[in-house]
Structures are given as structure tokens and as C-alpha cells.
């Protein structure tokens, strides 16, 4: 125990039938240190706080609360999600979260105060203000961040995409994408620009394809420009790779169970355009993402596409994350919109 917080290490230590209060400590990624990561803290009733409140009745802490907690009181979109400790006899927990801030159209909090800082220059903060125990939960959350392991986070990632990817109702939103068909397009659409117009015929393949929605959207606007692209797809969650295969059987035998950062084609088969979303691994493993595709995946004389779809300020560009991992960038998409507004950044390629 520190201060009342009973630290747990994994969800299933939390009686979540009993949690009627959450604690979510905010984090962004810092773009000039990969691995690291800044606190942000709202201001409530002049003071500095960390988003904190009540369970709906009937909601899922893990799919609603920590999400809409943030969110309504001070506009923050949580992406990781990882429960770090429980309070209150296990009536309270605390996540640890990243993100940044939303600029999408649910209910949200737009204009609150942020403070941003390090973790410790927070904890100071919020001791200055007689709040110890948010002082202890900022600094437990993260040395949580700080210690967790990849197969733990990859499971928190799992639990917190799989049960709302399987719930969407459109075929982007079990892509993961909350928008019109016609935004899918804007946002998305640009990465025929990495395609290269001398050649007719190109297989595609999407790592983190989840239902698939993009790989096959890839092969319609290829067409559009006379391309045959071959759509195939890998997700590490077999829910989702099912679902792409329930979605699109005569692709049977193009979507695969695996993790992007080791996974190779059962046969060895190699593609000429292979996608991948940076935050599928943390920032930290971007250049050994990065090399195993072109070392394993990606055809000798093929492309590797890569994208960040965070927002600026609180994300690096693709461009930043693939710079800082080593990698000389060959060419990029034009910048994708929402509603004819800029949103998240261009896409990146490396030649192999
Ligand atoms: C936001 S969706 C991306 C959908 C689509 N590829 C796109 O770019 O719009 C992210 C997907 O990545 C998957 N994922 C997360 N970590 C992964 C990893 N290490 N390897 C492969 N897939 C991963 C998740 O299961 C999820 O389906």
C-alpha cells in the first residue's frame, strides 16, 4: 500500500463490479523523447487536478468511464488505457492513459486550462496544493508507464480497441474510425499517393488492418487511378481478423493473425506496399518495427508506408517518428482532412 493506493499489475486484479469512481492520469507523448511522456492536469475550482468522477450507472469503466472522464472535463482523448491501482477498498481505481486533446464532435470539454509538465514537476504541483494522494497517484501511474511490459500493454491495447471495433456499426468504425464514409475517404484516402504509378498491379498489405476496411478501401481507389492492388491485412487481435474474414471471404487467405513487429508471411511472401500504423508499438520500438518490415516484409523494390493519425501538438508527425528512428523519409502523402479541415498529419514512405 502507498497512501491508501493498492497498486494492481493487471485488469483482472480489479473487482470492477465494485468501481464506482475513477482517477485517470492524462499523459502525452513527449515528441523530443522517445519512450517519455508529459503529464497534463486540468484546472477545477482554481486548483490543479486529475480528471476524477462517477461511473454511470450501466457503464463499462474500462470502454466508458475512462473514457468520458477525461474527455468531459478537460477535452483529452485517452488511446493506451491501463488500470495501475485500486483506492477506497477497490470502489475507486486509477488508469494511467495517453493521448491528447480531442477535436472530434462528442461531448467534450473544449476550453479548459491545461498544465503540462514532467511527471515530478506535477507531483510537486499538486503537493503545493495540500493533494497528496493525486501526487501519489500521478507518480504510481507513472512508474506503471515507465515498467510495464510489452505483453501487458499489447493486452490492454487488445481490451481496450477489440469490444468497440466489434460493436461499431459502420465498416470503418470497426476500423476504428468514428465518421462518415466520406471522411474515411479524406482522412484515409490519401495513401494512394504512396502508391507508384508505374506499375499496374501492386499487393497491398495493412499491419494493425483490424476489420480489414482499409485494405479493401486501398483496392477501390487504386482502381480509380488503374491500379489492381491485392488487398491483405495482419491485426494481433484474432476477433478482429475474423471479422475481416466474415467481412470479405473470398479473402480468406489474406488476412493473418500476428504483430507487426515480428510477424512474417507463413510462405515468406514479400509485398510491394505494406502500411503501418506507428502506434501499434511504443515510440521506443519504432525503428525495430521499422527494419523488420523492410528486412522481412516488404518487397525488394517495394514501399513502406507509415502513419501517426494523433493530432498536432500532442503527437510527433509520422514524419518526426520515422526521422527519429533512423530512417531517411522518400516521399509523403498530401495531408489529410476532416470536413476540408487539416487533421492529424501526412503519411511517410521509405523505399526499400
Ligand atoms: C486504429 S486500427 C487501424 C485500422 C487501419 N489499419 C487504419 O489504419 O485505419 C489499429 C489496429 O491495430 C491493431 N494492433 C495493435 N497493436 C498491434 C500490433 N503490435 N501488431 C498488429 N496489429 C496491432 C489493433 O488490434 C487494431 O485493430
Do not use: K
Amino acid at each position: 500500500m502507498t497512501g491508501g493506493v493498492r497498486v494492481v499489475e493487471e485488469p483482472d486484479a480489479v473487482a470492477w463490479g465494485r468501481v464506482r469512481e475513477v482517477s485517470v492520469v492524462c499523459l502525452v507523448e513527449d515528441p523530443d523523447s522517445p519512450g517519455g511522456a508529459e503529464l497534463v492536469l486540468h484546472q477545477r475550482d482554481g486548483r490543479w487536478a486529475v480528471p476524477a468522477g462517477r461511473r454511470a450507472p450501466g457503464e463499462d469503466v474500462w470502454d466508458g468511464t475512462v473514457l468520458r472522464v477525461p474527455l468531459e472535463t478537460m477535452g483529452f482523448r485517452r488511446q493506451d488505457t491501463h488500470v495501475f491501482a485500486v483506492l477506497d477498498e477497490g470502489s475507486h481505481v486509477a488508469f494511467w492513459v495517453n493521448g491528447g486533446r480531442y477535436a472530434g464532435t462528442r461531448l467534450h470539454a473544449a476550453d479548459v486550462s491545461w498544465w503540462s509538465g514532467s511527471v515530478a514537476a506535477g507531483a510537486s504541483l499538486l503537493r503545493s496544493q495540500g493533494d497528496d494522494l493525486a501526487a501519489t497517484l500521478v507518480e504510481t501511474g507513472e512508474e506503471s508507464r515507465r515498467t510495464m511490459t510489452y505483453e501487458r500493454r499489447t493486452a490492454d491495447g487488445h481490451r481496450t480497441l477489440v469490444g468497440a471495433y466489434l460493436a461499431a456499426d459502420t465498416p470503418q468504425g470497426g476500423s476504428g474510425f468514428g465518421g462518415s464514409d466520406a471522411e474515411w475517404r479524406e482522412a484515409r484516402g490519401v495513401l494512394v499517393d504512396a502508391l507508384d504509378p508505374s506499375r499496374s498491379s501492386v499487393r497491398f498489405l495493412d499491419h494493425g488492418c483490424a476489420n480489414g476496411h482499409l485494405a479493401v478501401s486501398m483496392a477501390d481507389w487504386a482502381r480509380e487511378a488503374g491500379i489492381e492492388l491485392d488487398p491483405y491485412g495482419v491485426d494481433i487481435a484474432p476477433e478482429l481478423v475474423a471479422l475481416a474474414i466474415a467481412d470479405h471471404p473470398a479473402l480468406t487467405s489474406h488476412f493473418f493473425v500476428g504483430d507487426a513487429l515480428s510477424w512474417v508471411h507463413p510462405a515468406g511472401e514479400r509485398f510491394d506496399l505494406v502500411h503501418v500504423l506507428l502506434d501499434v508499438v511504443p515510440a521506443d520500438l519504432h525503428r525495430e518495427l521499422i527494419q523488420h518490415q523492410l528486412d522481412h516484409v516488404v518487397a525488394g523494390d517495394g514501399r513502406l508506408v507509415l502513419s501517426e493519425y494523433g493530432d498536432p501538438p500532442s503527437s510527433p508527425s509520422a514524419e518526426a517518428h520515422v526521422t527519429r528512428a533512423g530512417h531517411p523519409v522518400s516521399g509523403r502523402t498530401r495531408q489529410p482532412t476532416r470536413a476540408g479541415r487539416a487533421r492529424g498529419f501526412p503519411s511517410v514512405w521509405i523505399d526499400a
